[in-house]
């Protein structure tokens, strides 16, 4: 199972927003609703973001936003703060009832 | 407050074993699949292995099966991963992750994460 693809890098300035992909085929992304994405700042643990596609846990900010279109995930962060500058995951659900991460996006708050 | 705790790791020489434990706290252990997430240094995140709430469906990535074993004992809340035939590329910090649900049709998310373990593989 190939990693999902993720851009490298996004960049913003605070208060902007910022849209992060991550692409994948039929037989995860494409086929499933179970897309999740992971914050992970230096040297921390990665904590769940956004779980089936569009769905925030408890306690994180209404900034954050996921979305689907075919085979490619979306992450939006808006109004861009300092604190959201990490890295960022995307996964999936796969048609073999396994799971595959994105090769991850270094945000930077410029 | 859901807390996970892992132990385990260190460093182990390439076709040895390691055997890894996170104990779970804060929620209805036997209810919860769990999982196991590594990531190499300075890589990515990469999937290992899951196991469902009752410890009767397994799953394993393609580069562990074989080698790796995911159990759980219920009774004391704590997740296991026996790591034999170590390999250099095994080499990361070792993650456990709870998931949403009971895990009957394989691992979709992973809600609370422990602060890893580190295994170096080397001789």
């Known amino acids: 199972q190939s990693a999902l693809t993720q851009p490298a890098s996004v960049s913003g300035s605070p208060g902007q927003s910022i849209t992060i992909s991550c692409t994948g085929s039929s037989n995860d992304v494409g086929g499933y609703k179970y897309v999740s994405w992971y914050q992970q700042h230096p040297g921390k643990a990665p904590k769940l973001m956004i779980y089936?596609?569009?769905i925030r846990p408890s306690g994180v900010s209404d900034r954050f936003s996921g979305s689907k279109s075919g085979y490619t995930a979306s992450l939006t962060i808006s109004g861009l703060q300092a604190e959201d500058e990490a890295d960022y995951y995307c996964s999936s659900y796969t048609s073999t009832s396994t799971h595959v991460f994105g090769t991850g996006t270094k945000v930077t708050v410029l | 407050e859901v807390h996970l705790l892992e132990s385990g790791g260190g460093l182990g020489q390439p076709g040895r074993s390691l055997r890894l434990s996170c104990v779970a706290s804060g929620f209805t252990f036997r209810t919860h699949a769990m999982s196991w997430v590594r990531q190499a240094p300075g890589k990515g995140l990469e999937w290992v292995s899951s196991?469902?709430?009752?410890?009767?469906?397994?799953y394993y990535a393609g580069s562990v099966k074989g080698r790796f074993t995911i159990s759980r004992d219920n009774s004391k809340s704590t997740l296991s991963l026996q790591m034999n035939s170590l390999r250099v590329e095994d080499t990361a910090v070792y993650y456990c992750?709870?998931?949403?649900?009971?895990?009957?049709?394989?691992?979709?998310?992973?809600?609370?994460w422990g602060q890893g373990t580190l295994v170096t593989v080397s001789s």
């Open positions: 992750a709870k998931e949403p649900d009971n895990g009957d049709y394989g691992p979709r998310s992973f809600d609370f």
């Open positions: 196991i469902s709430g009752s410890g009767g469906s397994k």
């Open positions: 089936e596609v569009n």
